[in-house]
Nanobody, 114 residues
């Protein structure tokens, strides 16, 4: 069983920054892929940024150059630094980890609004 707990969401003005954190209940190096997805109002859940099995990173086209995924293996933490936030970044952000199946956190709300 894997537990993922997100934190760091909130309300931020356009152009601002937020840092999301995901705490995993086991060694994140054991996951095939681990990272962030989001679901905005009326939208399907989409990839934001993930660490892949090969050790690389993949970013969604809409966040490239603005968001950065990082991790602390010793703490079993995955982070998402979000800069230059736009209203269209408003969504619930989920941490996901793939093992024998996909595990999801409960999500954290990010609202970008003036």
């Amino acid at each position: 069983q894997v537990q993922l707990v997100e934190s760091g969401g909130g309300l931020v003005q356009p152009g601002g920054s937020l840092r999301l954190s995901c705490a995993a209940s086991r060694n994140i190096l054991s996951f095939y892929n681990v990272g962030w997805y989001r679901q905005g109002p009326g939208n399907v859940r989409e990839l934001v940024a993930v660490f892949t099995e090969s050790g690389g990173t993949t970013y969604g086209d809409s966040v490239k150059g603005r968001f950065t995924i990082s991790r602390d293996n010793a703490k079993n933490m995955v982070y998402l630094q979000m800069n230059s936030l736009k209203p269209e970044d408003t969504a619930v952000y989920y941490c996901r980890a793939d093992l024998l199946r996909a595990y999801w956190g409960q999500g954290t709300q990010v609202t970008v609004s003036s």
